[in-house]
């Protein structure tokens, strides 16, 4: 049933067939959810509000910066508020299909994963993207992209095809590697029952991307690079641009993504083959 991931006959044309089958299903799940979450306004336009108010929470971090004046390291303001917009609209990415991630010890605990396992597509697929919360999304999205344009404009960062395209590339690789790093620890409930403490925890780590990299200590950033991987998820877009990634660190941030993800899904197999179903 993991038909994207199988070898199909037919070599690259059967794998292209394959990933448009699968962008068509995207498209599917983001519409039944956008008509789902229509159906109840007012939750929708709560859901906007609440991840409104968050945002503005953050940006009292712009605020802060702004009225230090203090540069760190190479950073100046300019280069911060691109940061934390590159941040902002991380989030709001993850946000998108974070609550199945959520709701998979539920689901494992439940058996509801049961009727999943018989679905004539990837199971990983169907399960972390059946439902996509567009409400928190938008905010972030439109809140972020305004932050990265007037940081870069501000910072008088280029402006060129090369530029646009290696910025636009490093967040298709942060995107890939948040999915597949906040992944892992929402696996565990296989195996165990109180997986509450690792959502909270997986939470707090995320945060530790809403300012730059550079402000906290080496080691520290040798780990959040080279172990726990999240800064490179909203720092190599930016440090890209201002010209501080080294061809290994480029190479790190396609790598790292690859890497995570193929971790992520052996944990998956291994996961789904030791599932006994709650109502057996």
């Known amino acids: 049933m993991e038909h994207l991931f199988r070898k199909r006959e037919g070599g690259g044309r059967g794998y292209l067939a394959a990933v448009k089958r699968y ?5 599917v799940f983001a519409r039944f ?26 940006l009292l971090y712009v605020a802060v910066v702004y009225r230090a004046g203090v540069n760190i390291g190479v950073l100046t303001p300019d ?15 993850y946000m998108l299909y974070y609550g199945n991630f959520t ?26 993207m ?37 910025f636009l590339f490093f967040l298709m690789c942060g995107n890939l590697l948040t999915y597949s790093l906040f992944l892992i620890p929402n696996l565990l409930c296989f195996w165990i029952v109180a997986s509450r403490g690792i959502a909270d925890i997986t939470a707090a780590l995320w945060d530790f991307n809403n300012m730059p990299q550079l402000i ?8 959040g690079t ?33 890497l995570f993800f193929f ?8 996961a789904v083959k030791n599932y006994s179903s709650a109502s057996s």
Not at 23 to 27: A, D, E, K, P
Not at 263 to 270: C, D, F, L, P, T
């Open 23 to 27: 962008v068509r299903l995207l498209y």
């Open 33 to 58: 959810s956008l008509m789902s979450q229509l159906e109840y306004r007012l939750n929708f336009a709560a859901g906007v509000a609440v991840e409104t108010g968050w945002m503005l929470i953050k």
């Open 79 to 93: 280069h911060i508020l691109l940061f934390i917009g590159i941040y902002v609209l991380m989030t709001g990415f």
């Open 103 to 128: 709701s998979i010890s539920r689901m494992v605990r439940e058996g509801e994963l049961d009727m999943y396992l018989v679905k004539p597509v990837s199971l990983q697929f169907f399960v972390t």
């Open 130 to 166: 059946k439902r996509l919360d567009l409400a928190l999304l938008l905010p972030d999205f439109v809140a972020g992209t305004i932050m990265i344009g007037l940081g870069w404009h501000r910072a008088g960062l280029p402006v060129n095809v090369w530029a646009i395209a290696g």
């Open 216 to 223: 906290y200590g080496k080691w520290m950033q040798r780990i």
């Open 226 to 258: 080279f172990i726990l991987p999240v800064f490179v998820i909203t720092n190599f877009p930016g440090l890209f641009l201002m010209g501080q990634l080294s061809p290994g660190m480029m190479a790190w941030g396609v790598i790292s993504p690859v």
């Open 263 to 270: 971790i992520s899904r052996g944990i998956w197999k291994k």
